[in-house]
């Protein structure tokens, strides 16, 4: 997989996403307070979103609430796979933390309009900015439709997880903040 280095925000923020990845604003309206990126080739998405700082009393907490606010309301059944704290290499003195999880849509009955994911194993980034106010949540949405992935035995990650892993890496490795004054609005 090939990665480009890609602005964010008007270029307050610079960060390396898959090269077949488009800018979703340039189809769709897109919040200011959100960058979006869909796969061209497949059905991945990635989401940048600019949240006020959440205040709880640890930042493993602060994940939890966003956690919550993501799969909260879906009717989907939700698997944590793994929460950890991480290291952003280019702001490496702030709290970053990580949370893998699949979520599996309810079977859906009755005559159905458009295909339907099997599971979506999302990647979770959070990137505590306490002294601006600031959470920062990257999510890698990975959707897995019938037919579009090969199955795997064992609880062993697909092709399109190992995919989402390694974007969900390479955001660590080389998310940037350029321009600080992006939080001071």
């Known amino acids: 997989m090939s990665f480009n280095s890609t ?6 923020i610079t960060v390396s996403l898959p090269a077949n990845f488009g800018d ?11 960058e979006v990126f869909l796969d061209a080739d497949g059905f991945t998405s990635i989401v940048f979103e600019i949240l006020e700082w959440v205040d709880k009393p640890s930042d493993e907490q602060a994940l939890q609430y966003h956690f919550q ?12 796979l793994d929460q950890s704290e ?3 290499l280019h ?7 990580t949370l893998n999880y699949i979520q599996t849509p309810p079977a859906q009955t009755g005559e ?23 959470d920062i949540l990257a999510t890698v949405n990975v959707p897995h439709y ?15 997880m190992e995919d989402g892993e390694a974007v969900k890496e390479k955001i ?11 939080f001071d609005a």
């Open 86 to 88: 991480a290291v952003m």
């Open 146 to 160: 019938p037919e579009q992935y090969v199955k795997v035995e064992g609880g062993k990650a697909t092709k399109l």
């Open 69 to 80: 606010d993501l799969i909260e309301d879906t009717g989907d059944s939700t698997n944590v």
């Open 91 to 97: 702001v490496a003195d702030k709290p970053v933390y």
């Open 7 to 12: 602005p964010l925000f008007g270029g307050a």
């Open 24 to 34: 979703a604003s340039q189809i769709r309206q897109i919040p200011d307070h959100q």
């Open 172 to 182: 660590l490795q080389t998310f940037e903040i350029k321009d600080w004054g992006l």
């Open 112 to 134: 159905q309009r458009r295909p339907q994911a099997d599971f979506i194993s999302i990647h979770l980034v959070l990137l505590r900015l306490k002294e601006k106010g600031t």
